[in-house]
């Protein structure tokens, strides 16, 4: 048991969440859903640049909330992390498992530590809940809630390796993660823009192109967790394709990391067809993280290691399943 605590502390590192969110009462520092895979699934769009305005319109950024706990005291609401969502449908968008994952989310919380780097003993008393903001920072979640969405339900895949197969971290990547998200609106949006999910023939078709878009909430700035939060865009290429993943290396310095887990990465330089899900950060997890794990000494990847993608063709059905006003691109 203590080890596979471990490896899902390890792995919390290896996301693209960010997962250290600071409260200004208790300065608590939440490691994300994304932080923890996020570590390692962590993704925000490093020495990248503003998108344009009118850009991006599908992209929303995904906070989860609840009660927390700190060294015994009442709970008070908390944002837990930040990820990255894609709209694909008026009712539904497309993100990472690991970033609704409860699992990792109260993982990352038990062992978040303070400013001083000792552990703050807390932890989430009752559910999680999850809201979408159509915004560029997150400083507009205050300040234009009309832009902010309530989420009815979200569907993780049930085959997640995180809770499923967390062995596959041992692996070779790319490899087959299943990591991938539904989150559900309460209420559907309009006038705005749904995202396209490219199918198998495109992207095999332009497998060795170099310019690919990819955009996300994640760190500006690796060493400062709190610089997520700003939509941002970057270039990718293309490194090895898998039938459900495939991994991407950094374009002129410009690489996602924690914050953008969940995000989208595009066939070529518009944001016309979407072809992955941020997932994790491409590093396979060795005997010495698993113990860091363990010890509660691990360390985060660093993202300049390129990251892993789940494959959006390879999910469509399951994607179909579950969302009845989804539409498959011409």
């Known amino acids: 048991m203590?080890?596979?605590l471990g490896l899902t502390a390890t792995l919390v590192l290896w996301g693209c969440g960010n997962q250290t969110?600071?409260?200004e009462e208790t300065r608590l520092q939440s490691i994300t859903s994304e932080q923890a895979v996020a570590d390692t699934m962590t993704p925000r769009v490093i020495n990248g640049s503003i998108p344009k305005a009118g850009t991006y319109e599908s992209v929303a950024l995904l906070l989860s909330e609840a009660d927390v706990s700190v060294a015994g005291a009442p709970a008070a609401r908390r944002q837990l992390s930040i990820c990255t969502a894609t709209l694909i449908s008026p009712s539904a968008l497309l993100s990472a498992a690991h970033c609704v994952n409860e699992t990792i989310l109260k993982t990352a919380i038990e062992r978040a530590t303070g400013p001083d780097g000792k552990p703050l003993n807390a932890k989430i008393v009752g559910s999680v809940k999850f809201r979408v903001a159509f915004v560029r920072s997150i400083a507009e979640v205050s300040t234009q809630?009309?832009?902010v969405l309530?989420?009815?339900r979200v569907d993780e895949h049930e085959d997640f390796a995180l809770t499923k197969r967390p062995w596959v971290a041992f692996q070779k990547n790319?490899?087959?993660w299943d990591d991938v998200s539904i989150v559900h609106?309460?209420?559907?949006?309009?006038g705005r823009r749904i995202q396209k999910l490219a199918t198998t023939e495109q992207i095999q078709a332009s497998n060795g192109a170099v310019g690919r878009q990819f955009a996300g909430y994640g760190l500006f700035d690796e060493k400062d967790p709190r610089s997520a939060g700003t939509l941002m865009e970057g270039a990718a290429r293309l490194a090895a394709l898998g039938a459900n993943e495939f991994t991407a290396e950094a374009v002129n310095k410009q690489y996602a990391c924690h914050g953008d887990s969940g995000g989208p990465i595009y066939l070529d330089s518009t944001e016309n067809y979407q072809i992955g899900i941020?997932?994790?950060i491409n590093k396979q997890v060795g005997l010495g993280d698993l113990w860091g794990g363990i010890t509660g000494n691990v360390k985060a990847p660093s993202c300049e290691l390129g990251l892993v993608y789940t494959r959006v063709d390879a999910y469509l059905d399951w994607i179909k399943k579950r969302v009845p006003d989804f539409?498959?691109?011409d």
């Open 174 to 176: 790319p490899n087959k």
């Open 327 to 329: 539409e498959t691109a």
């Open 278 to 280: 941020a997932s994790r």
């Open 150 to 152: 309530d989420v009815a």
């Open 185 to 190: 609106l309460a209420r559907p949006v309009e």
């Open 145 to 147: 809630p009309d832009l």
């Open 21 to 23: 969110i600071q409260n």
């Open 2 to 4: 203590k080890k596979a």
